[in-house]
């Protein structure tokens, strides 16, 4: 009998805690093993409510978000390690450090004047400490693409104002305005609000270039139209390395070479709660982990990650994945991986990631296995009648390092700030013409923005296809059978090992 069964780690425990927890536990009416629909209705889109509601409650304590590197972050990450070990799991962090940007300046004010907010575009050096102090020039073609839309005015030692827009980028009126003289160039937006823009590169410039709200971009056009105006323009960054972690675990249960791999973002924006994005997903595979959990036998190991950082760019799953590279057999052990990032949408569609490429040409690797284990998702929704629609197989998730590195993946998605067509409402209902989530990345995506039947439907579809997977990924990578149980195969984090970094888990939700 091989030690990592939940039964054997329940022999381990008192009799007494035994009788007990079977008492307390509700009977799960016995399983039969890989009986996929019956373990897919043990997943409740209830249960799964509820984990968004810890989620809501964290960052109502948290200053209102669960962004990365904040306390709302981490009591997410302790709620969900907690939620597991409850279900017997062991659960481990996996730290990753990446270079921050860190925002030490960013204004325009004008000499006894308004002072303006700037967004530092990307790629743009910073200003001397104590800024830059120079007039204000505005070239005779406001959008300043070229030297020539400079026509008559002079940018020589001022600091350039031009408008977005005009059909070139931000490089080449940065770029225009150097050439002939500006120690400075700020584009203020062509809609209303600020904007955070790039050059594209480093090095394009060697002078500031910041971006300006359309409102103040108009202001400060005007008063520079009607007289000489002076301005100082204070914009510096710079990086520092911060330290952000994964929460991973695994069944016990499963061969240890042949994995497969459910992944969600747990981080959320800084502007809100992020409980469509992405509590949805990070609640779906919780409460999957949580019933797989009950199970005492499956074929194979089903790993389960909470990725990090994923809203700054898809960090942690990227050092993950970059991390098991070096290790030899890491990446050809994991069968398939399942991504699940927004899965609840107020404006819902019920989508597939496209990997079999039939409606949207991929424009990242999609590697073989891919289109199989999207085969696992339609066939469960065409089994139960549910529409459904491809998305693309974008790699705008946590599934990209993985499809860079040649492991098979797929997943759901319900959608985000795409706009819902009429074809789509005619099959899910909803308003046409709007996006699928219209509090993407905002304040109000919170509980209230959560569409429980999109969230039941894509829960038990993830019930459904994770035991399918954890007793046959064949059709995907050709491995079948529970293999070899007895050899816990020393995983990079040793099995038997590393006690469980379990710090005094306040009640953080
Ligand atoms: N990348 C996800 C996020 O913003 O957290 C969601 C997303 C995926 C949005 C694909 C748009 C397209
Ligand atoms: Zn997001």
Request: a negative charge.
């Amino acid at each position: 009998m091989s030690a990592r069964r939940p039964t054997a780690i329940l022999a381990g425990a008192s009799a007494l805690t035994l009788g007990v927890t079977a008492l307390l536990a509700p009977p799960a009416a016995a399983l039969d093993k890989g009986d996929a629909v019956r373990f897919a209705e043990r997943v409740s889109a209830k249960a799964v409510m509820r984990h968004l509601d810890a989620f809501q409650r964290i960052a109502d304590r948290h200053d209102g978000n669960r962004a990365a590197l904040t306390p709302g972050y981490e009591a997410s990450a302790q709620y969900v390690e907690r939620t597991l070990r409850k279900a017997g799991y062991r659960t481990w962090r996996d730290p990753f450090t990446f270079d921050r940007e860190v925002v030490d300046a960013a204004t325009l004010t004008v000499t006894g004047g308004a002072a303006y907010e700037v967004d530092q575009m990307e790629f743009s050096p910073s200003t001397p400490e104590g800024g830059l102090t120079a007039a204000v020039a505005v070239p005779d073609d406001p959008f300043g693409c070229t030297t020539a839309a400079w026509g008559d005015a002079d940018p020589t030692g001022a600091i350039a104002v031009v408008s977005r827009g005009g059909d070139c980028p931000f490089s080449a009126k940065a770029t225009a305005a150097e050439e002939l003289g500006a120690v400075g160039v700020v584009v203020h937006n062509n809609v209303e609000g600020l904007f955070a823009g790039t050059l594209g590169a480093d090095g394009v410039v060697a002078v500031p270039v910041v971006g300006l709200s359309q409102a103040d971009g108009q202001a400060l056009v005007a008063a520079a139209e009607a007289g000489p105006v002076e301005v100082t323009l204070d914009a510096r960054v710079h990086t520092e390395e911060v330290e952000s972690f994964n929460v991973l675990a695994e069944t016990r249960a499963g061969r240890d070479d042949n994995v497969v791999m459910l992944g969600a973002h747990l981080d959320s924006v800084e502007e809100g709660a992020g409980i469509n994005d992405n509590g949805t997903g990070s609640a779906a595979i919780l409460e999957v982990a949580v019933q797989l959990g009950r199970l005492p036998y499956l074929n194979n190991t089903v790993r389960f990650a909470w990725w990090g950082a994923e809203e700054l760019g898809l960090i942690g799953s990227t050092a993950y994945v970059g991390e098991l590279a070096t290790r030899e057999g890491e990446l050809d052990r994991i069968a398939t991986y399942l991504n699940f990032d927004m899965v609840g949408s107020p404006n819902y569609v019920i989508g597939v990631y496209d990997a079999d490429e039939s409606t949207y040409p991929a424009p990242v690797p999609v590697p073989p296995g891919s289109a199989q284990t999207e085969d696992v998702f339609t066939r469960w929704f065409d089994r139960v009648d549910q529409p459904y629609v491809d998305t693309e197989f974008s790699g705008r998730s946590d599934y990209q390092a993985f499809i860079e590195n040649g492991v098979p993946a797929s997943g759901l998605f319900t959608g985000a700030d795409g706009s819902k067509t009429e074809e789509e409402v005619a099959l899910f209902g909803g308003t046409a013409g709007i996006p699928y989530d219209p509090n993407y990345h905002s304040p109000q995506d919170d509980i209230t923005n959560v569409d429980r039947e999109a969230l039941g439907i894509m829960t038990t579809a993830i019930g459904y296809a994770t035991l399918s997977l954890a007793f046959d990924t064949s059709a995907i990578n050709g491995v079948s059978g529970p293999g070899d149980q007895r050899t816990p195969w020393k995983h990079w984090w040793p099995h038997d090992g590393r006690p469980d970094d379990v710090r005094s888990l306040d009640d953080a939700a």
